[in-house]
């Protein structure tokens, strides 16, 4: 079975430019994250859908991110524009069921803001 | 509120000898724990989850871990460490409430040939 698809795996962009993440979970997932790693801070939710309805966004750094589920097969992160404290691997996980069921992670978007 | 603390940021071992990971938890509840595996550019892998069932849990590649209550930890283990389990390892708690996760901040497991 494919796992949670990211793309692309790596971007590189100057600061001012919006940046488009992807995400595909895997089929029959009801749930699906997004986190952002760093070194200083380490893994951070930054918002999670069920059903492809936003249900907590409390961890989107500020409103230069926003993140949409138009169908249960993807999720785009968009930062506009984007700063290079921005800089980070960006990880999409998807779940089925509540929440003490794993979550399954992608590979990661590595993002570097010039 | 719930929490996990990963009490090593960096493990060395040899190849061959056992490895322990040690975890410690904070939740007001019977909490649900997760410990995931991350290789070098590579997402988070299972290795294996605790949700209030037998107190030894064992997962892939060998590891087990020890849900003990008394002593609010989770600890990682297994006999006998191998080269390809160099890697970063995660101590994940269920957030109460909510459906995320709070990650410890991870050990980095060094296996010494």
């Known amino acids: 079975d494919a796992g949670v698809i990211q793309s692309p795996r790596h971007e590189v962009t100057e600061m001012g430019q919006e940046v488009t993440l992807r995400c595909k979970p895997i089929?029959?997932?009801?749930?699906l994250f997004w986190y952002r790693q760093t070194m200083m801070r380490g893994l951070e939710l930054l918002i999670y859908f069920n059903n492809n309805v936003p249900i907590d966004d409390s961890g989107m750094p500020e409103d230069r991110f926003s993140a949409k589920m138009p169908n249960a097969s993807f999720s785009t992160l968009k930062i506009q524009p984007s700063e290079p404290r921005d800089s980070a691997v960006y990880f999409c996980a998807s779940r089925q069921g509540g929440g003490n069921q794993p979550q399954h992670f992608g590979d990661g978007t590595r993002l570097s803001i010039l | 509120a719930q929490s996990v603390t990963q009490l090593d940021s960096h493990v060395s071992v040899s190849e061959g000898t056992p490895v322990l990971l040690r975890c410690n938890y904070s939740?007001?509840?019977?909490?649900?724990l997760f410990w995931y595996v991350q290789h070098p550019n590579k997402g988070l892998q299972l290795l294996l989850k605790?949700?209030?069932?037998?107190?030894l849990v064992k997962g892939i590649n060998g590891f087990e871990a020890e849900f003990k209550k008394s002593e609010t930890s989770f600890h990682l283990t297994k006999p006998s460490a191998h080269m390809s389990d160099a890697a970063e390892y995660f101590c994940?708690?269920?957030?109460?409430?909510?459906?995320?996760?709070?990650f410890g901040k991870g050990t980095h497991l060094i296996i010494q040939p």
């Open positions: 994940v708690v269920v957030r109460g409430g909510a459906d995320g996760l709070t």
């Open positions: 939740s007001s509840y019977s909490p649900s």
């Open positions: 089929s029959g997932h009801d749930y």
């Open positions: 605790y949700t209030s069932a037998a107190t």
